[in-house]
């Protein structure tokens, strides 16, 4: 909003959104022009630590990564509290597009280990921290990060509304990290504690398929029949052309356990995810790296090998087995494998 009588600090802050916005739309040149104003605006104080946080993001959307950590360097200007978990928490952002994401788990943890106590003053950063730290929990063998994620998770706190998907999918990830460590009630109560929040219906789809592979898991062929037929009533009413970032993975696991209670629909669940194309969102770390690729991949091969695809699937298989191997992601390289 244009203010009647606004200050050099709102101004600044003004075009340092607008600047932000732009990089989201893929305009940089627009973008760099408001930041280019914001820095006049701010000069060499603390307050440039901010504005190069905002800068490091544009350059990742840019997947200039040398460009992104010179800025973040520069976020250590301000050196508040502030500041310091603004910096750390960008940083892991430029480890997740790196693909080294043992590194970005521990800074995460060095997040959570600034925030403390002081959840309710950084909220959004302990939200996202949290979150993204459990997902990197279920996939990394570090059973020390997955405990660190689970007694977060574990917090008797409110999570604001707007973060429920990132509450939801840190559920899930803990009742996998917890399924992983030989702990399968445990798995089964925090799918529950999912279930009973406030999602759009595809991640709803999503946590009864997790349902329908956990059942199977521990031989209950009926029950996991019974979650998948609910995931694939949901899935059938999906406007998938309305889904831009990682909820499509649905469609992934879908063509997976259609291989066990629907054969004949399972290449159609990956032409479906084939013909969305890629993400829309530059928000989603998956937009930048070769997961999503991998998970495709893989979802492919096992689709080939239940229909008697012989060389086809083992080349899906074995290219998601490398990205997996590469990354770290050494449950989805076994099962690759």
């Not at 950590?69 to 960008?90: A, C």
């Not at 992934?252 to 969305?276: D, G, V």
Request: glycine share 6%; hydrophobic share 45%; aromatic share 10%.
């Amino acid at each position: 909003q244009e203010l009647r009588r606004a200050t050099p600090a709102q101004i600044a802050r003004r075009e340092m959104y607008l600047g932000t916005g732009y990089s989201r739309l893929g305009e940089f040149t627009e973008a760099d022009r408001h930041f280019d104003e914001a820095r006049k605006l701010l000069g060499d104080g603390s307050a440039v630590g901010e504005l190069a946080a905002h800068i490091c993001r544009r350059y990742l959307d840019q997947r200039d990564i040398d460009a992104a950590q010179e800025w973040q360097k520069k976020t250590l200007n301000d050196r508040s509290l502030q500041g310091k978990i603004r910096s750390e928490h960008i940083a892991s952002y430029i480890d997740a597009r790196c693909e080294d994401y043992a590194r970005q788990a521990e800074r995460l943890i060095k997040v959570l280990e600034l925030i403390g106590d002081r959840r309710a003053e950084f909220a959004e950063d302990w939200y996202v921290a949290v979150y993204t730290l459990a997902v990197l929990a279920r996939e990394l063998p570090r059973p020390s990060t997955a405990a660190r994620a689970k007694a977060e998770v574990d917090l008797d706190i409110a999570w604001s509304p707007d973060f429920s998907v990132h509450r939801f999918q840190a559920l899930k990830a803990v009742a996998w990290c917890q399924a992983l460590a030989g702990d399968e009630l445990s798995c089964l109560r925090y799918l529950r504690l999912a279930q009973h929040l406030d999602v759009k219906p595809v991640w709803q789809a999503i946590l009864f398929l997790d349902r329908s592979y956990f059942a199977a898991i521990v031989g209950e062929d009926q029950w996991a029949a019974n979650e998948f037929a609910a995931a694939e009533h949901i899935v059938e009413r999906i406007n998938w052309e309305e889904c831009g970032g990682e909820e499509r993975v649905a469609l992934l696991l879908m063509a997976e356990l259609a291989t066990f209670h629907a054969p004949k629909r399972a290449p159609f669940y990956i032409a479906q995810f084939r013909n969305l194309g890629k993400l829309r969102s530059n928000l989603q770390h998956l937009a930048f790296d070769d997961r999503l690729r991998a998970m495709e991949a893989y979802a492919s091969g096992v689709v080939r090998l239940s229909s008697g695809g012989g060389p086809s699937a083992e080349e899906e298989l074995r290219l998601a087995w490398r990205t997996f191997e590469r990354i770290g992601y050494d449950v989805r390289a076994a099962l690759a494998d």
